[in-house]
């Protein structure tokens, strides 16, 4: 098709009847014309409607799967858990459909248990913990391999392994590990002569709750590592050169240029950090089962155990929203957080 | 179905009705109850449902179901799914009613489940409950009403290795006292002379029953000067180094490894792990009852075993079927055949006493059976929160965050709610 050649499509009928209705006013006389105009003009704006109308109900239809999507995988989720909570909803409601309405009793229930205080100080311990221990090996992990080295790459890529194994798998291999009598850790301390008896690390109340931090800080080593190396990638070399020829040391060149860039970068991962490890559950339930004698029980494992070992789905149900308000605290902190950070990057650019 | 030659704005049409169809036979849950089996039609297959996914079980149960399926004139269609995740799926089937025709539960959750309404009473099938062990059958009673039968049942004792008691010359303990010293004698660096499963499961609960009952502790009271005493014996073969802290964290099958892997000279556990005992030649094995506080005590060890139900289901017809495949499961023969296939007890004790004869390796089991008490005998529904104070409280005291008397004590509150 030599495409020169044809007359190009007129694209706008309605530019076209416009002079024609101009042409043909001369002799037609002024009254017609205004008319015609007015004719026009409604014409005109009933098109413009017409296409706004059409605008507007794309925009829906590109919302509503999206939309239905959140609502039925996200927003009828949340509203049952919280209708449920409100509601004596057992092991009969599944059967006959009635769940008798409870007020806050699950709540009363469930935050004046024994275990309650407890659990949420064990949260917030495996919480902080695991975040922080996370954090500063990711960053260190991060900030060595911005430096090229042999075998750099692939290094980097093992660092993923905890990552890229299902939970339960590391979980039960940290088990072995950790097994006080026969564990290879303990044999290791032994044969080193560190320890004559070994550590109870998953018999002994104190020890159990650092060894599923620490269980839980090698998980998210990778995620921390792999985000903190990507908002180092992104910091201009030539901030580093400069802040160099101005006599600087690694130390001043981390604490003056790095982490002040970073820093936007660091209160994201911090967050995320929080929010993904207040809801850990797989970790604990593998490796100590939230035992010994309730040292690991966190809010998660509780809410676990309330609803699918005791078939208490209301209390199971009022202690999991507790867990939802604090992960959305600090949802709320993230989003704010993300914020600046765009607004420093904006400076920045 | 959808040819390649429509117009590609009709056949996504055509697609959406097949999936909105689909969608709406899954919302309803009526998809898979319509064949072979509707209310008016001939029955000719019944679905079934337990948790034995392990081989060679599965396929035993698969052919014994499948032969009483033959004589009521069905086929069998079973499946298996996890222990762990059988009640959670009862539970969504009740709610979608999509119950199978026939359904397996381990005995303890039988009352919660009758509680909900979803099964039915086997006397309306006129199913004969007597010359049932009465352990199984309390089980298998809510509110006066049978709804569940178990073919076979088991329980608890003590391994013992032999090889290892003859080589410290020690005699297989009969009481409390005679297990302490034999658990400190056999033990050995790399090797402790006792392993249970105090696990904070129901498991651990479990195996801490026989302790309890036999020193005439109770569920229903649980901060008693005998259930103390029975924490204690615990607590000091922990203290003792007899037995190792890392009962806290195993299961059943982790003491099971350790046995196998000399790692402790006995054990508490099931008849269920004979065929893997037996696997290994060079490990020479004898099983007694569990001790007992005193001398000539009779032990009270846990009743464990699976009851058969048949649920609610809107086809009189389906259920009638069911009931003719259970009370045949349920039968003398089959019930020897199924004790020797899983070196269980058969519940009849007519049955069982036959049974004791020809097994005579079985006979410590025999003899625990008779005595034994199903969990939920004396709590019903409320058995759960009872069980959860219990491994709660073995916990607290094993660690030593507590003493037996105040572990006790939480453990009470933590049963009766408050």
Same mark, same amino acid.
């Given at each position: 098709m030599r495409s020169g050649s044809r007359p190009v499509p007129d694209r706008c009928p309605t530019l076209r009847v416009d002079t024609g209705a101009e042409d043909g006013a001369v002799a037609a006389g002024a009254p017609v014309t205004g008319a015609a105009e007015e004719d026009d003009k409604h014409r005109k704006d009933r098109a413009l409607i017409r296409a706004r109308r059409w605008e507007r109900l794309a925009q829906w239809m590109f919302i509503v799967p999206a939309a239905a999507y959140l609502l039925l995988f996200f927003g009828y989720p949340i509203a049952k858990n919280l209708v449920m909570s409100f509601q004596q909803y057992t092991t009969t409601t599944f059967y006959t459909g009635s769940a008798p309405f409870a007020g806050l009793q699950n709540y009363s229930k469930v935050l004046s248990s024994d275990l309650f205080p407890k659990a949420l100080l064990t949260t917030v311990l495996f919480t902080a913990g695991s975040v922080f221990g996370q954090f500063v090996l990711g960053l260190a992990f991060a900030l060595f391999f911005q430096r090229r080295f042999p075998l750099g790459r692939v290094l980097r890529g093992l660092l993923l392994l905890p990552w890229l194994l299902p939970l339960v798998v590391s979980g039960t291999t940290w088990k072995w590990m950790l097994d006080p009598d026969t564990g290879v850790v303990n044999n290791a301390l032994r044969g080193l002569h560190l320890s004559s008896s070994g550590i109870p690390w998953l018999t002994g109340t104190s020890q159990a709750l650092a060894s599923v931090i620490l269980v839980n800080i090698w998980v998210g080593i990778p995620f921390n590592a792999t985000i903190l190396y990507g908002g180092l990638q992104d910091i201009p070399a030539h901030l580093h050169e400069a802040a160099k020829l101005d006599g600087a040391g690694p130390v001043a060149s981390f604490r003056h240029v790095t982490w002040p860039l970073l820093r936007p970068v660091v209160g994201v991962v911090l967050v995320l950090g929080v929010v993904y490890t207040v809801k850990v559950l797989d970790v604990i339930l593998v490796v100590t089962g939230g035992g010994p004698a309730n040292a690991t029980e966190t809010i998660a494992t509780q809410s676990y155990e309330l609803s699918f070992q005791q078939f208490e789905f209301g209390r199971g149900a009022a202690m999991s929203n507790v867990l939802v308000v604090i992960s959305l605290a600090f949802a709320l902190v993230y989003l704010r957080a993300n914020r600046r950070a765009r607004n420093v990057w904006e400076a920045v650019a | 179905m959808i040819s390649s030659a429509m117009p590609r704005a009709q056949r996504i049409a055509a697609c959406l009705r097949v999936g909105s169809v689909a969608l709406l036979l899954a919302v309803t849950g009526c998809g898979g109850k319509t064949g072979p089996g509707s209310a008016t039609g001939k029955v000719t297959s019944i679905t079934v449902l337990d948790y034995y996914t392990?081989?060679? @079980?599965?396929?035993?149960?698969?052919?014994?179901?499948?032969?009483?399926?033959?004589?009521? %004139?069905? +086929?069998?269609?079973?499946?298996?799914?996890?222990?762990? !995740?059988?009640?959670?799926?009862?539970?969504?089937?009740?709610? !979608?009613?999509?119950?199978?025709?026939?359904?397996?539960?381990?005995?303890?959750?039988?009352?919660?489940?009758?509680? +909900?309404?979803?099964?039915?009473?086997? /006397?309306?099938?006129?199913?004969?409950? !007597?010359?049932?062990?009465?352990?199984?059958?309390?089980? %298998?009673?809510?509110?006066?009403? *049978?709804? /569940?039968?178990?073919?076979?049942?088991?329980?608890?004792?003590?391994?013992?290795?032999?090889?290892?008691?003859?080589?410290?010359?020690?005699?297989?303990?009969?009481?409390?006292?005679?297990?302490?010293?034999?658990?400190?004698?056999?033990?050995?660096?790399?090797?402790?002379?006792?392993?249970?499963?105090?696990?904070?499961?129901? @498991? %651990?609960?479990?195996?801490?029953?026989?302790?309890?009952?036999?020193? %005439?502790?109770?569920?229903?009271?649980?901060?008693?000067?005998?259930?103390?005493?029975?924490?204690?014996?615990?607590?000091?073969?922990?203290?003792?180094?007899?037995?190792?802290?890392?009962?806290?964290?195993?299961?059943?099958?982790? *003491?099971?490894?350790?046995?196998?892997?000399?790692?402790?000279?006995?054990?508490?556990?099931?008849?269920?792990?004979?065929?893997?005992?037996?696997?290994?030649?060079?490990?020479?094995?004898?099983?007694?009852?569990?001790? *007992?506080?005193?001398?000539? =005590?009779?032990?009270?060890?846990?009743?464990?075993?699976?009851?058969?139900?048949?649920?609610?289901?809107?086809?009189?017809?389906?259920?009638?079927?069911?009931?003719?495949?259970?009370?045949?499961?349920?039968?003398?023969?089959?019930?020897?055949?199924?004790?020797?296939?899983?070196?269980?007890?058969? !519940?009849?004790?007519?049955?069982?006493?036959?049974?004791?004869?020809?097994?005579?390796?079985?006979?410590?089991?025999?003899?625990?059976?008779?005595?034994?008490?199903?969990? +939920?005998?004396?709590?019903?529904?409320?058995?759960?929160?009872?069980?959860?104070?219990?491994?709660?409280?073995?916990?607290?005291?094993?660690?030593?965050?507590?003493?037996? =008397?105040?572990?006790?004590?939480?453990?009470?509150?933590?049963?009766?709610?408050?």
């Open positions: - | 392990d081989d060679p @079980e599965h396929t035993q149960w698969g052919d014994l179901l499948t032969a009483c399926g033959k004589t009521a %004139g069905v +086929t069998v269609e079973q499946t298996s799914v996890p222990g762990a !995740s059988l009640v959670p799926k009862v539970l969504q089937q009740a709610s !979608s009613r999509t119950l199978p025709d026939l359904l397996m539960l381990d005995n303890p959750d039988l009352q919660r489940i009758a509680q +909900t309404g979803a099964l039915t009473p086997l /006397g309306q099938y006129g199913i004969d409950s !007597s010359g049932f062990a009465k352990g199984i059958l309390s089980a %298998g009673t809510y509110e006066g009403k *049978v709804y /569940g039968l178990a073919p076979d049942v088991s329980t608890i004792a003590l391994f013992y290795n032999k090889d290892m008691l003859a080589e410290s010359g020690v005699d297989v303990p009969r009481t409390w006292a005679e297990l302490q010293a034999a658990a400190a004698e056999l033990t050995r660096p790399g090797r402790y002379g006792m392993a249970v499963d105090a696990n904070a499961t129901f @498991e %651990g609960t479990w195996q801490f029953l026989p302790f309890l009952w036999s020193n %005439g502790g109770d569920e229903s009271q649980l901060d008693t000067p005998q259930a103390a005493q029975a924490l204690q014996l615990w607590v000091d073969l922990v203290k003792s180094g007899s037995m190792s802290k890392s009962v806290l964290n195993w299961t059943q099958a982790d *003491v099971h490894d350790q046995f196998v892997a000399g790692r402790t000279a006995m054990m508490i556990n099931g008849p269920w792990r004979i065929p893997a005992l037996n696997e290994d030649k060079n490990l020479h094995w004898g099983v007694a009852t569990i001790p *007992v506080p005193q001398a000539g =005590q009779t032990p009270v060890t846990p009743l464990g075993g699976e009851v058969w139900t048949v649920p609610q289901n809107n086809s009189k017809a389906r259920q009638e079927k069911a009931a003719q495949v259970l009370a045949c499961l349920n039968d003398s023969t089959n019930m020897l055949t199924l004790a020797e296939q899983h070196f269980t007890v058969p !519940s009849r004790p007519a049955a069982a006493a036959q049974y004791a004869e020809q097994v005579p390796s079985m006979a410590a089991f025999v003899e625990s059976v008779e005595a034994a008490r199903a969990r +939920t005998s004396r709590l019903g529904v409320k058995w759960p929160e009872a069980a959860t104070g219990i491994y709660t409280a073995v916990q607290s005291a094993l660690t030593g965050e507590q003493t037996p =008397q105040e572990a006790l004590k939480h453990a009470q509150r933590i049963a009766t709610g408050s």
